[in-house]
């Protein structure tokens, strides 16, 4: 400890001398500094280079130019460290510390270090008056790991400090990504939305662009020939009818025209049977053009809506035949009931008209959840379609039989099916049923 009051009192003597003016402190102060038994030196505030080195310091350390060596040469600290500890000395918040320096000869001393701040022809400067702790190195020690101490907790924090900025600039760069990617992902979706939407309004218009030219053809051909016909037969009839006014009145008394019976009565039954014909066309083109209105979708229980639509007369034959196999259970969907039940009675009718002679009919409605659809599939044992026709049969006003009282209609029902469907977003598929006969499968919604 008076080692300790010695250099002290050394370093007080110095900052006397520098204070007390400049006509007689350097001759005392170079003497002083130069002579002084304690290893002496002074350091450029701002370099951290030592300038001057008294004897006693070149002694100890052994170097042979000290003078020009910068501290972090000596000083086992890292430059930053040493950068710190010198601009605390010169705030003067240190001014006894420890540090382990390396000698010349490679060994390594803890040096106690008294270190003041002066200002020397206009520039700042540290003095420091350093001395051995070898022979109080117990008290040396425990100081000298406590400022150890002091500097792992500095550089422990600062190194927290700087994982805790990389963890929030990490967060924030990947807030920042996950909000691009975001983005993008709704773009990207907005783009397929839109590119569905264009194809499926390419598919709408190509549909409706065949849809018109098939009206066309109708309306051309289906609406003339009955028209033409019942002109015809109209025309017959009018003839007839002035023939028989003109004998009416002739001044031949004895001779007497009458229409003829028979064919009278054939040409009434063909006027009423094209009438019959050209009024199912009109209905079946306002049921067709009617599937445009606003759809109102409601759940629907299949097999409730089943036992109705086969209550209806036109089908009351395939119920009292006991030809219906439901497997059940039929989920539940969800539709325009309206639709709906045009659907199933037109698929069940026509299971009915075109069945076979020569076995009973048999007809099996089943369905499978596929997603979030049910697959239905309605098959029969009937006369069946050939594959070649099955996409032709699909169109408007296509029959595959002559029209006559065994297959009555006008083609229209399967047509109607399709366009009910495509409102649903689903299509007719066909294969084969049972025993030869032909199976439809369609996709409806399932109630959610």
């Given at each position: 400890?008076?080692?300790?009051?010695?250099?002290?009192?050394?370093?007080?003597?110095?900052?006397?001398?520098?204070?007390?003016?400049?006509?007689?402190?350097?001759?005392?102060?170079?003497?002083?500094?130069?002579?002084?038994?304690?290893?002496?030196?002074?350091?450029?505030?701002?370099?951290?280079?030592?300038?001057?080195?008294?004897?006693?310091?070149?002694?100890?350390?052994?170097?042979?130019?000290?003078?020009?060596?910068?501290?972090?040469?000596?000083?086992?600290?890292?430059?930053?460290?040493?950068?710190?500890?010198?601009?605390?000395?010169?705030?003067?918040?240190?001014?006894?510390?420890?540090?382990?320096?390396?000698?010349?000869?490679?060994?390594?001393?803890?040096?106690?270090?008294?270190?003041?701040?002066?200002?020397v022809n206009g520039r700042e400067v540290l003095i420091s008056s350093l001395y051995d702790t070898s022979d109080f190195e117990a008290s040396a020690e425990r100081q000298y790991m406590r400022r150890v101490e002091e500097q792992v907790d500095l550089q422990t924090a600062e190194l927290?400090?700087?994982?805790?900025?990389?963890?929030?600039?990490?967060?924030?760069?990947?807030?920042?990504?996950?909000?691009?990617?975001?983005?993008?992902?709704?773009?990207?979706?907005?783009?397929?939305?839109?590119?569905?939407?264009?194809?499926?309004?390419?598919?709408?218009?190509?549909?409706?662009?065949?849809?018109?030219?098939?009206?066309?053809?109708?309306?051309?051909?289906?609406?003339?020939?009955?028209?033409?016909?019942?002109?015809?037969?109209?025309?017959?009839?009018?003839?007839?009818?002035?023939?028989?006014?003109?004998?009416?009145?002739?001044?031949?008394?004895?001779?007497?025209?009458?229409?003829?019976?028979?064919?009278?009565?054939?040409?009434?039954?063909?006027?009423?049977?094209?009438?019959?014909?050209?009024r199912a066309l009109v209905n079946d083109i306002q049921r067709y053009l009617s599937l445009e209105m606003t759809l109102k979708p409601e759940i629907i229980d299949v097999e409730a809506l089943i036992e109705n639509v086969c209550a209806e007369p036109a089908l009351s034959p395939l119920r009292l035949s006991d030809a219906l196999e439901i497997v059940a259970p039929l989920p539940a969907?969800?539709?325009?009931?309206?639709?709906?039940?045009?659907?199933?009675?037109?698929?069940?009718?026509?299971?009915?008209?075109?069945?076979?002679?020569?076995?009973?009919?048999?007809?099996?409605?089943?369905?499978?959840?596929?997603?979030?659809?049910?697959?239905?599939?309605?098959?029969?044992?009937?006369?069946?379609?050939?594959?070649?026709?099955?996409?032709?049969?699909?169109?408007?006003?296509?029959?595959?039989?002559?029209?006559?009282?065994?297959?009555?209609?006008?083609?229209?029902?399967?047509?109607?099916?399709?366009?009910?469907?495509?409102?649903?977003?689903?299509?007719?598929?066909?294969?084969?049923?049972?025993?030869?006969?032909?199976?439809?499968?369609?996709?409806?919604?399932?109630?959610?």
């Amino acid at each position: 400890m008076c080692t300790y009051r010695r250099l002290y009192q050394s370093l007080a003597v110095i900052l006397t001398m520098l204070v007390a003016g400049p006509s007689w402190a350097m001759p005392d102060f170079e003497s002083f500094f130069s002579r002084h038994s304690a290893p002496m030196w002074m350091v450029d505030v701002e370099t951290g280079i030592i300038e001057r080195a008294n004897s006693s310091a070149k002694a100890f350390y052994g170097f042979e130019q000290l003078e020009g060596m910068h501290l972090n040469q000596i000083n086992l600290l890292n430059a930053a460290q040493i950068d710190s500890e010198i601009r605390r000395a010169a705030a003067a918040k240190a001014s006894h510390l420890y540090f382990r320096h390396r000698l010349a000869d490679g060994s390594v001393k803890v040096m106690g270090t008294y270190t003041d701040s002066f200002q020397v022809n206009g520039r700042e400067v540290l003095i420091s008056s350093l001395y051995d702790t070898s022979d109080f190195e117990a008290s040396a020690e425990r100081q000298y790991m406590r400022r150890v101490e002091e500097q792992v907790d500095l550089q422990t924090a600062e190194l927290q400090a700087s994982r805790q900025r990389t963890f929030w600039m990490a967060v924030i760069g990947t807030a920042v990504q996950i909000g691009v990617i975001v983005i993008l992902m709704a773009l990207l979706m907005r783009l397929r939305r839109t590119r569905t939407e264009n194809q499926r309004l390419i598919r709408e218009l190509s549909f409706r662009n065949r849809e018109l030219e098939r009206l066309s053809q109708v309306m051309a051909h289906h609406f003339q020939e009955p028209s033409r016909r019942l002109v015809s037969f109209a025309q017959e009839l009018s003839q007839q009818l002035s023939d028989q006014r003109a004998q009416q009145i002739s001044p031949q008394p004895q001779t007497t025209v009458t229409l003829d019976t028979q064919s009278t009565q054939t040409a009434v039954d063909f006027i009423d049977s094209q009438a019959r014909q050209l009024r199912a066309l009109v209905n079946d083109i306002q049921r067709y053009l009617s599937l445009e209105m606003t759809l109102k979708p409601e759940i629907i229980d299949v097999e409730a809506l089943i036992e109705n639509v086969c209550a209806e007369p036109a089908l009351s034959p395939l119920r009292l035949s006991d030809a219906l196999e439901i497997v059940a259970p039929l989920p539940a969907v969800k539709a325009d009931e309206r639709q709906l039940r045009m659907i199933f009675h037109v698929l069940l009718h026509n299971a009915w008209l075109y069945r076979r002679s020569d076995k009973p009919l048999r007809v099996r409605i089943s369905a499978l959840p596929l997603g979030n659809n049910a697959r239905f599939r309605i098959e029969d044992n009937g006369s069946g379609i050939s594959p070649e026709y099955r996409t032709q049969v699909l169109e408007m006003f296509t029959r595959l039989v002559p029209h006559n009282e065994r297959y009555p209609g006008t083609g229209m029902g399967l047509a109607l099916v399709v366009k009910a469907l495509r409102n649903l977003d689903s299509k007719i598929v066909m294969e084969d049923g049972i025993d030869g006969g032909i199976a439809v499968l369609f996709d409806l919604p399932l109630a959610r």
